[in-house]
């Protein structure tokens, strides 16, 4: 199952920007062999050519509004008409992620500056773009990143792990068979021990009970639960406890330096000064090594493809999650 994403245009696919240009971005750029992208430039589906004067969003006591100074063009209808008939197509389509431009007053999904008039040098708040307000409204069970928040390596870690399980997911809702569900749980059991146990054990629930109800009904409690276990990074804890867990099963096979090795890097990771997918990788490497069939059928080992760890990290926007 090959994930769908849906970006903004400028990130690497058009040159559509307000200046003409157009933006390179590391994340579309590494996934663009492995899922299909879907782009859109909102302000010129609205007929803003490029280049283009600049558009801000206005927010005053009358509401939410998409100005464009120079020209004094109130384009908030225009807006909200392109936006409802692109989420339409995109529902039809079934997206897995967002990944939208930061910052930009259409298209972002946080910290979009809004001012108080036209002409105000100064802003009053930051919150939503007008088209990354409408996919966040209609889409809270879809993974959405702005693209700078995406250099960060623990957030790029999560969305990368819910992208393909999201996809993953929706390839057996499809087929709407429950013993797939039931197969899928099992598979994915240690990787949402790792990220939140509460619902690993209500989605364990669901897919367990799901012949007694219609399958339709199972999946849609599925699918909503499942958003929820990856609304915040793997709590090292549980994730250290997986990992002892998996230690266990290949501890006697292996010399006493690479034990101390291995122990050393779980310390690590621990501390916080080793990212998940390094001793994941490194456990990998053992359960490839002595055929552990139980582990290697583990997603919480491999969640999405190796080649898209990367180490960069920006550090920004660590610590706030959607
Ligand atoms: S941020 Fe959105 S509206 Fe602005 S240029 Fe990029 S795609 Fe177009």
Redesign the pocket.
Same mark, same amino acid.
């Given at each position: 199952m090959r994930p769908v994403i849906f970006a &903004? %245009? *400028?990130l690497g696919f058009e040159n *559509?920007?307000?200046n003409g240009m157009i933006l390179h971005s590391e994340i579309v750029e590494l996934l663009r062999p492995y899922v299909d992208f879907i782009s859109a *430039?909102?302000? %010129?589906e609205i007929g803003l050519g490029v280049p283009r004067a600049p558009v801000r969003v206005i927010e005053n006591s009358k509401g939410v509004f998409l100005l464009q100074p120079s020209t004094g063009l109130d384009l908030t209808e225009k807006m909200d008409i392109f936006s409802a008939a692109i989420i339409k197509t995109l529902k039809k389509r079934a997206v897995d992620a967002f990944i939208l %431009?930061e910052g &930009?007053p &259409?298209?972002g999904c946080k910290n979009v500056k809004h001012y108080a008039k036209a002409e105000q040098k100064n802003t009053t708040t930051k919150s939503f773009g007008l088209f990354g307000q409408k996919i966040t409204e209609n889409f809270p069970f879809t993974a959405l990143e702005d693209e700078g928040r995406l250099t960060n390596f623990t957030i790029r870690e999560v969305f990368l792990t819910r992208l393909f399980t999201t996809a993953a997911f929706r390839e057996i809702r499809t087929l709407g068979k429950i013993k797939d569900l039931a197969a899928f749980q099992a598979k994915n059991k240690l990787l949402f021990l790792a990220y939140n146990e509460t619902s690993m054990r209500k989605l364990g629930k669901l897919a367990a009970n799901g012949a007694k109800k219609r399958a339709e009904e199972t999946y849609k409690a599925y699918a909503e639960e499942l958003c929820n276990v990856f609304k915040n990074p793997a709590k090292p804890g549980a994730a250290v406890n997986v990992l002892q867990h998996a230690f266990g099963y290949f501890s006697k096979e292996i010399s006493i330096e690479e034990k101390a090795h291995y122990l050393r890097q779980l310390e690590k990771y621990k501390k916080g000064s080793l990212p998940l997918s390094a001793v994941t990788l490194l456990t990998m490497a053992y359960i490839t090594r002595f055929k552990i069939s139980y582990l290697l059928e583990q997603t919480f080992f491999a969640p999405y493809p190796e080649s898209l760890v990367t180490i960069s990290d920006s550090g920004r926007g660590r610590d706030s999650y959607r």
């Open positions: &903004s %245009k *400028c *559509c920007r307000w *430039c909102p302000e %010129k %431009k &930009s &259409s298209c």
